[in-house]
């Protein structure tokens, strides 16, 4: 029974930060590529972050280059995203996803809602 919990979002006003958590269970958590995506109300799902299994390589949407880091803790079967200097426009709901195979959908979470506002 593969699983993919997110948690860590909330409200948080302009400027400031959150960190997102996705527990994982049910797979074999270090051989996949961890991504996060986001989905902004009215608009499409976007990839925000990518990490490979090995964790030494990342990449961003340009967008949040510079203020969001992915990470992985193989350990705890556990993936990340550190916000800082949040916008507006990063309001979304968050969702974290596992892929192995090229073409394939893999596993997805619920999804967590960051919103940003003053």
């Known amino acids: 029974q593969v699983q993919l919990v997110e948690s860590g979002g909330g409200l948080v006003q302009p400027g400031g930060s959150l960190k997102l958590s996705c527990a994982t269970s049910g797979f074999i958590f270090k051989n996949y590529i961890m991504r996060w995506y986001r989905q902004p109300p009215g608009k499409e799902r976007e990839l925000v972050a990518s990490i490979d299994t090995t964790g030494s390589r990342a990449n961003y949407l340009d967008s949040v280059q510079g203020r969001f880091r992915i990470s992985r803790a193989d350990t705890k079967k556990t993936l990340y995203l550190q916000m800082n200097s949040l916008k507006p426009e990063d309001t979304a709901v968050y969702y974290c996803?596992?892929?192995?195979?090229?073409?394939?959908?893999?596993?997805w979470g619920q999804g967590t809602q960051v919103t940003v506002s003053s």
């Open positions: 996803n596992a892929r192995y195979l090229p073409g394939a959908n893999g596993y």
